[in-house]
């Protein structure tokens, strides 16, 4: 079988930490590049009588992997985890990496917990562990010899096979190659019978972090990391919170629990691993290589929604110029998908790295979008200096996302525009004509605009696309915000907050009205507290509870903005108080 490894045999490199070594030893380890097993051999006597000389002078243990020919293609001073892999290609689930490890114990004791980690998360053809020993005359002395092997997806919940402890001679004589064999075709049945299940969606592990917080408002980002992976088109497989007192710097939520996500993912048949806080770029590579899953933080879930569900040149260079500028400072270790240079004039001698190449390409792409920007601010601008402002007052809904805008817009409106149960299905204001049937001046005509959703934590990348989606709004002589809440939702009150803090980063100062919207799915409890709080007027966009005194409410403040919210409270007092 030829190796799937490229450029994997380097027969004088040690590998591990070598200093305080004799040069005839580091020659004695480079020498272990020239032993060779028949290919179904799992270990000989020899080999292991080698090792074991070397681990007991030296008192480390000693490692080398095998190709499925029997080849000794690396040599390492150090245990499973100590041991590189070289780089793999042609991957595939129903694979194994083509490569087995053995590696010397100095003291008796099976399969340690790294060995297995190591094993599992490479998906090894097999791991063996060799007891080596000095016996009472001196010598070296082969003891037990450990096996195990990664579990098909079938096995609830056990990550690795066990095979009972053997003698050297039971380990020559065993088939290695045939083990593998079986186990490939178990782990291809697996596959096809999971693609026969699985739907087109990808299945997606979420990971949240406590450090310290309230335990709601940690559950609660991790809900709604859940409905942006729904949103994204995803499924959530699996959903886990780590508490630790500070985030690992390393891995943000330490390796022993990225250990027990990996194992998660490979049983529910999960390819991406999803983390509710922002990751910088360390992190994401080490998660990566520890893995071997595609991993996404929050901001990179939130910027995936955008661009697909962006309508509008302007939307659309908005996003991708977002996403551009998140991606420039998380380019190292990645980039194996960018464009690379072509050749030609100029382009022949050093040149530039992979790297450097990448980064430019996209410094070249955000100079271009922001230009395309301007332009498109200019044009806007242009066109509004050639019609006069509207005199139709403006009421435009905001909350944050899946609140229930959509659908409250239709009611008010009469229409039927995109109302869906995801975050962020809006994405581009729309604006429809609509009556206020109390509302004297203006024929009673009023312009209604559902915008974009909000959320907390907004991405520093995508302030300037929100901006864009409200600029339209400053046009308005009349402008009314109508904050619409999700009244059934726990975290209501900081959401609220996150809006107001949103609305005013984004430097939106005008009249606000909350309205309480799902009222159908609250409790009257809920609906009585929130209600006392904002002041606010409970409303089903759904079952039509609570519009019409809605609307009267939204024509008395329109027809006297600078009055009709503070000082009428008696007005307010009694038309607000939560529906029986």
Known sequence: ???????????????????????????????????????????????????????????????????????????ALGDAQDTPLPPRYGEAESRLYGLRLVHTHLKAGGLSGSDLSALFLNRLDALMAVDVSVNQRGSTEIGGVHLAQIAPPTAEEEDWLLFEAMSIREAE???????????????ARSVKAREVKRSSQERAVIVGLNTGENSFESDSRLDELAELTRSAGATVAYRSMQQRSTPDPRTLIGRGKLQELVSKAYHEDADLLIFDRELNPAQAREIEQETKLKVLDRTQLILDIFAQNARGREA???????????????????GQAMSRL????????????????????????????????????????????????????????????????????????KTE????????????????????????????RVLYTDTVGFIRDLPAELVNAFRATLEELHDADLLLLLHVVDAASPGAPDRVEAVNRILDE?????????????????????????????????VS???????????TLLARVIENPASALDADKEYLAYNLAPSP
Request: no cysteine; hydrophobic share 40%; proline share 3%.
């Open 417 to 444: 525009v995109l109302s869906k149960n995801k975050l962020f299905a809006t994405l581009r204001p729309t604006t429809r004509e609509g009556w206020l049937p109390d509302l004297g001046q203006w024929g009673g």
């Open 173 to 187: 004589e065993l088939n290695v190659l045939e083990l593998i064999r079986s186990l490939e075709e178990e782990l």
């Open 342 to 413: 072509g050749g030609g004039i100029g382009t022949r001698g050093p040149g530039e790295t992979k790297l450097e190449v990448d980064r430019r390409r996209i410094r070249d792409r955000i100079t271009a979008l922001e230009h395309e920007v301007d332009d498109i601010s200019k044009r806007r601008n242009e066109g509004r200096k050639s019609r006069t402002k509207s005199v139709t007052p403006v009421i435009a809904l905001v909350g944050y996302t899946n609140a229930g805008k959509s659908t409250l817009f239709n009611a008010l409106a």
């Open 541 to 551: 966009a759904v079952t039509g509870a609570g519009l019409n005194e809605l609307k």
């Open 506 to 538: 984004l430097k939106i100062s005008v009249s606000r009205l909350i309205v309480l919207n799902k009222a159908d799915l609250a409790t009257a409890d809920t609906l009585r507290q929130l209600a006392e709080r904002y002041e606010a007027l409970d």
């Open 316 to 334: 659309q260079v908005q996003v991708e110029l977002a996403q551009l500028q998140y991606q420039l400072t998380r380019l190292a270790g990645r």
């Open 1 to 75: 079988m030829p190796s799937r490894h490229k450029g994997v045999i380097d027969i004088d490199k040690v590998h591990g930490k070598l200093s305080g070594l004799k040069k005839n030893q580091i020659k004695r380890l480079s020498n272990l590049y020239r032993r060779k097993l028949a290919p179904e051999q799992a270990v000989s006597l020899e080999l292991a009588r080698a090792m074991g000389e070397l681990a007991l002078e030296i008192n480390k243990p000693v490692s080398v992997l095998l190709d499925r020919r029997g080849r000794v293609i690396t040599v």
